[in-house]
């Protein structure tokens, strides 16, 4: 059964990078029509597609936050990353990070708050 768990700081101050990882256990990050996205939801909305990485390693990103975001993988590890540059509250949500063909697997979600 894949697994995935999110990791990394709870709270960024504003103007600064977030940076998470995502441990994939029990499938391979390079698996055959496989893409690992990103993903959050805001205090009270729904959730927002943030980028994702497939197979092949090409990486998609959401138009809106193309600017700011770089996503990665670490094959060695099993893992791949997210980066969001220049935060602000309005990034405060839960990060979660899901792969699969479809989705087919969720990290049970990290808080991160953007406060000073």
């Known amino acids: 059964q894949v697994q995935l768990q999110e990791s990394g700081p709870g709270l960024v101050k504003p103007s600064q990078t977030l940076s998470l990882t995502c441990s994939v256990s029990?499938?391979?990050?390079?698996?055959?029509?496989?893409?690992w996205d990103w993903i959050r939801q805001p205090p009270g909305k729904g959730l927002e597609w943030m980028g994702a990485i497939n197979t092949r390693g090409r990486i998609f990103y959401s138009s809106s936050l193309k600017s700011r975001i770089t996503i990665a993988r670490d094959t060695s590890k099993n893992q791949f990353t997210l980066q969001l540059s220049s935060v602000t509250p309005d990034d405060t949500a839960v990060y979660y990070c899901?792969?699969?063909?479809?989705?087919?697997?969720w990290g049970q979600g990290t808080q991160v708050t953007v406060s000073s």
């Open positions: 029990g499938g391979s990050v390079t698996a055959t029509n496989y893409a």
């Open positions: 899901a792969g699969g063909e479809t989705y087919d697997y």
